[in-house]
C-alpha cells in the first residue's frame, strides 16, 4: 500500500457499553521518538500545557447550558462553541492548538484557549506539549467522542466518524497536518461553490477496504485480480501495481451544480519513497507537502515529473 502508519486494534473500536470509567487520568507522554519528517533528534511531549484563564471567563459562564454524559450521571457545562470545537478535533483525530485558532477560531486565541481549557476540565478533550517548538497537541478523551457521537452539532453529517485517543507518538505530527490540509482542500471547494458533507480519514478506508481485502486470497488465483479492482471501484479508488492506494484524508462534497463527488488528499513527508510516491500519483490523489519537508522530499525523490505537482502547506 506504499507508506503507510502502522494501527492497532483500539483505532477502529465501536462505543462501549455499560458505564465507562471516567476518563481524567493525568496527561502521560506521547511521544519520545522522531515524528515523520522531522529527521533526528526526539520530540519529547510534557505534561498538560498550562491552563490559560482569560479574566471573562466569568462573565461568559452564563453562556453555557448543561449537556448529558453518556452512561454517566451527570452533565458538563458547554457553549456551542465548545460542542463545535469537539467535532473539530474529533474529525481529524488530533489537532495542534496552533491550527484550531488558526481555522476554528479566525486567530482569536483568548476565545480558542477558553474553551480548550474549559474541555479538558470537563473530561472531554486531553492536552499535549512537544518540545523544542512547545506544539500543544489536542484530542478527544474516550468519553470526550462518546459526547460529541450523541451531541452532534447541526448540519453535521450522521455518517462522519469521530475519532479519540493519539494513535502513535511518531505520528502526531503528521495526523495533526490533516487538519491543516483539509483546509487548503476545503478551501478550494468552496471557491468553486461546493459544500463539504463529511471527511474520511484513512483509518475508515483502510477499515472497509481492508476487511474485503482479506478474503481475496481465498479465491482462486485467475479470480483475485477482477475482485480486488470491484472493491476499488466500490470506495471510488484505483488499482495501481496490484495494489489499492488510500489517501490520508478524503472529503466528500457537494458541487454547486448538486452533483456528488469527493477529492483525494496525501500528506506527503521526506522519507517517502520514490515508488510510494509514484504510486499516490497515478491513483490520482492530489499531494502535499508542508512547506518543512517539501524540498527535502523533493530531493530524496529526484524526479521532476514526480514533484512538480506537491502544493505546500
Keep these: 500500500m506504499g507508506r503507510g502508519r ?22 502521560r507522554e506521547i511521544a519520545d521518538q522522531p515524528s515523520r519528517g522531522e529527521g533526528q533528534g526526539s520530540a519529547p511531549l510534557l505534561p498538560e500545557a498550562q491552563e490559560i484563564r482569560p479574566a471573562e471567563a466569568e462573565r461568559t459562564r452564563s453562556e453555557r447550558r448543561p449537556y448529558p454524559e453518556i452512561d454517566r450521571d451527570r452533565t458538563v457545562m458547554l457553549r456551542e462553541s465548545e460542542i463545535r470545537t469537539l467535532a473539530e478535533v474529533g474529525t481529524f483525530r488530533a489537532v495542534t492548538a496552533t491550527d484550531l485558532t488558526r481555522f476554528r477560531y479566525a486567530g482569536d486565541g483568548r476565545q480558542a484557549w477558553r474553551d480548550i481549557n474549559n474541555l479538558a476540565r470537563e473530561g472531554l ?9 512547545g506544539q500543544v497537541y489536542l ?9 460529541i ?4 452539532p447541526h448540519g453535521t453529517d450522521s455518517r462522519q466518524v469521530f475519532y479519540n485517543g493519539f494513535v502513535k507518538p511518531r505520528e502526531a505530527r503528521h495526523d495533526a497536518a490533516l487538519y491543516r ?10 471557491r468553486d461553490g461546493g459544500k463539504i458533507q463529511r ?8 477499515k472497509a477496504v481492508y476487511r474485503k481485502l482479506a478474503k481475496v486470497s481465498e479465491l ?22 496490484g495494489k489499492i492506494p488510500l489517501p490520508d484524508l478524503r472529503i466528500e462534497y457537494e458541487t454547486a451544480e448538486r452533483d456528488q463527488t469527493k477529492v483525494d488528499l496525501e500528506l506527503a513527508t521526506s522519507d517517502y519513497h520514490r515508488d510510494s510516491l509514484a504510486e499516490k500519483v497515478r491513483a490520482g490523489f492530489a499531494i502535499f507537502a508542508m512547506r518543512e519537508d517539501a524540498a527535502p522530499l523533493r530531493r530524496a525523490i529526484g524526479d521532476p515529473e514526480l514533484t512538480r505537482d506537491i502544493f505546500s502547506i
Design 149 to 152: 457521537e450523541a451531541h452532534r
Design 6 to 27: 502502522d494501527h492497532t486494534p483500539d483505532e477502529h473500536r465501536e462505543p462501549l457499553s455499560g458505564t465507562p470509567a471516567p476518563d481524567r487520568t493525568p496527561d
Design 125 to 133: 478533550v486531553r492536552r499535549r506539549t512537544a518540545l523544542p517548538k
Design 199 to 206: 471527511v474520511v480519514l484513512d483509518f475508515e478506508l483502510k
Design 181 to 190: 490540509l483539509y483546509q487548503e482542500g476545503a478551501a478550494r471547494i468552496a
Design 220 to 241: 482462486p488465483e485467475s479470480e483475485q485480480a477482477q475482485r480486488k479492482q470491484q472493491i476499488a471501484e466500490e470506495h471510488s479508488l484505483t488499482v495501481v501495481n
Design 139 to 147: 484530542t478527544l478523551t474516550r468519553q470526550g467522542r462518546r459526547f
